[in-house]
């Protein structure tokens, strides 16, 4: 096999130009980083040590989750929001065009999306198997021998479904009900904390394969704070939210930028000048 080899010093601006888009998005996934671990620590400290604005003035009192501010509410899960399985599907209708459909390999060990494990499908679906940017996901099913999938939440990026995606049977979608008493991003904050991961290996049943059933789910309970701290947490976690997923859709554009740029600087379409 032979391999294109330009001199040296071409080689080298070559290079220079690779690494200055390898290091941004090396950059950008630091602040990711730094931006998720701010949301963690931001959502255990007001709502699991209960350090939150204005705690000193609200008494801690006994519940099934342990002592709690008085006045806040434990419910199930489904009381607030619908479980709803994804789409069993056959492999035919995977296609090399279609609906994209959300995995288990979009599921990031850990919590978070993997943008590049959706698969095309072009088969039929129904209604409560659609799932749009912004939805809350997790993994119901696992193949991992110690379970570190199953219970992991992710919400769907923008770029993962321009328009619409569905969910294989694998994944599960969490929708609040009208009038829930709590927003998006607190919902988000409890599913994806290690009490809900730590609930579905609890729940989970299967010799090699793991499952978390829907009614399981339903049962997790929830705790509902005082409306006005719900939504002060949640203008808080959307905005680093929102901040997490532009950096997110800069990677993506850094690295087709980049893969793009690689054999045209190569094959010299694009001409660089050497440098030291």
């Known amino acids: 096999f032979k391999v294109l080899q330009p001199p040296l010093p071409i080689q ?49 009192v006994d519940s099934p989750l342990g002592r709690i501010p008085q006045g806040w509410e434990i419910r199930p899960l489904g009381e607030v929001g619908d479980v709803s399985k994804g789409l069993s599907y056959k492999g035919e209708h995977l296609t ?35 799932v749009a940017a912004g939805d809350l996901i997790f993994a119901n099913t696992d193949l991992t021998p110690t379970g570190r999938i199953i219970g992991t939440c992710a919400k769907v990026p923008r770029t993962a479904v321009p328009d619409f995606g569905i969910i294989s049977h694998h994944i599960s979608a969490v929708r609040l009900k009208q009038n829930a008493p709590m927003p998006y991003a607190l919902l988000h904050a409890q599913l994806a904390d290690q009490r809900f991961r730590d609930h579905a290996r609890g729940c989970a049943s299967g010799a090699t394969v793991l499952g978390f ?11 509902l704070p005082p409306s006005e701290l719900a939504e002060q947490f949640s203008r808080i976690s959307s905005e680093q939210s929102d901040l997490g997923e532009n950096l997110n859709d800069q990677i993506d554009v850094l690295r087709r930028t980049r893969d793009l740029l690689l054999p045209r600087l190569m094959s010299g379409a694009l001409r660089v000048d050497a440098h030291d």
Not at 19 to 48: Q, T
Not at 113 to 130: A, I, L, M, N, V
């Open 12 to 60: 080298r601006s070559i290079a220079s130009i690779l690494s200055a888009y390898d290091d941004l998005i090396e950059n950008n996934r630091k602040r990711i980083a730094i931006l998720e671990d701010m949301a963690r620590r931001l959502y255990r400290e007001w709502f699991v040590h209960f350090r939150y604005p204005g705690h000193d003035a609200v008494p801690l």
């Open 96 to 130: 090399d065009s279609g609906i994209p459909m959300i995995n288990l390999k979009c599921i990031a060990e850990g919590g978070g999306f993997r943008r590049d494990g959706t698969k095309p499908y072009s088969g039929e679906f129904r209604p409560h198997h659609r």
């Open 213 to 223: 059933r829907t009614e399981d789910a339903e049962k997790y309970p929830v705790l």
